[in-house]
Structures are given as C-alpha cells and as structure tokens.
C-alpha cells in the first residue's frame, strides 16, 4: 500500500527518495498521528520512527512557512542526533519553504536566541537547551502544534526527565507524540502529565 492522505510535497519527496511502501509502523502510525492525539509510538531499531517523525511534521505544518515562532519541536538526546536528525529532515523538506532549526548544548545560547528570533517552523533541539531558551525567553511556543521526542529511552535520565517536565508545563496546548523501542515506566509516568488520553501504537 502505497503513502495515502499526505501532503502533495511529502508524497513528492518520497517518490524521489524512493520511499514506496509504509513500513508496518508507519501504516499504523501515521493515521493516528495526524488525527491529533497524544501517542507513544514504540518499535524496534529500523523500523521508521524517524521517518514517522519527519513525515507527520510536515504534514502537521501543511508543508509551509508560517509567521515566526516554531510550530513544531522535536526534542533527541544530544548533539550528534540533533545534527543527524537535522540532515535527514532537510532530505524531506528541500524544495519547500519550511525552516528547521538546530540547537543543542556546544551552541551558545544567545545565538540561538537570536537566530530562531530570525524566524523557525521546526525546532531540534536536546530537552536541556530548549528548556534553558524557554527559561531565558528565547523561544516562544504560542504558535506551538506538535512536540515529538526521537528514541524517548534518554528521558529516563534524571536531568532530561527534569528538562521535559519543565517544558510540557509551560506550554499550553500541543500534541505530543514519543518514539521509543519499548515503553518504560519513566515514559508510561507522563500519562499522568503531558501525555493524558495518550493511543500506543505498535509496528
């Protein structure tokens, strides 16, 4: 079965990637992503959680430039996977006006400060960073539509588990939707929080 009900542009892309057939995950994943709940979406290494991810930013933010603030943040455990992350994304969103943004720890925080004020649609950043930009008024999440969270296994560290929670309660509406291998019992805790009504969706 072939990607249905997406965005012209993302279909584009993934013919061009020759990306043809869903992965299990992705066919049933996607659907119930873009129906707006709250999911954890938990599958094995290679399975497309990533790809997921990419896919349903972009159809959540209807493949276009919209105002200043970031409409979508996307939150990976640390600078290599924010810069990974950040590359495969721009494979998706070339040849369209979305503006992705990366920040993460080794970057000082008053450029990016500066630099997302220039303008962003999708932010990666590490929880650490983004909650050190929200504290500091650097980042505004009014426009805010969707917070994933890539390989959700890091959270079960104290200071990132920390970082999330100060986040989540400072925004006031958005989806979220975690990626993980497996559900921990740090990950099941944010029912409780964020993740309320959440779906789990396996491959």
Do not use: W
């Not at 979406?41 to 970031?70: F, H, R, W, Y």
């Amino acid at each position: 079965m072939p990607f249905k009900k997406l965005h012209p542009h993302i279909k584009e892309r993934l013919e061009y990637l020759e990306i043809i057939t869903p992965t299990p995950l992705q066919r049933n994943s996607i659907p119930v992503i873009k129906s707006g709940v709250n999911v954890y979406c938990l599958a094995p290494k290679d399975s497309g959680k990533t790809t997921t991810l990419i896919l349903t930013t972009m159809q959540k933010l209807k493949c276009e430039a919209v105002g200043n603030a970031p409409r979508a943040v996307v939150l990976v455990e640390n600078k290599e996977k924010a810069l990974e992350l950040y590359e495969t994304f721009l494979t998706f969103t070339k040849y369209n006006s979305l503006r992705v943004y990366v920040g993460h720890e080794q970057l000082h925080i008053d450029v990016q400060k500066s630099e997302i004020f220039e303008g962003i649609d999708i932010l990666i950043s590490t929880p650490k960073t983004m909650n050190k930009l929200f504290l500091l008024n650097g980042v505004s999440t009014s426009q805010l539509k969707i917070l994933s969270v890539d390989d959700a296994e890091f959270l079960s560290q104290q200071s990132d588990y920390a970082a999330i929670m100060s986040i989540t309660q400072s925004i006031d509406r958005c989806q979220y939707v975690l990626y993980s291998e497996k559900m921990q019992s740090k990950l099941k805790r944010f029912e409780s929080y964020f993740m309320e009504y959440s779906k789990i969706v396996t491959a």
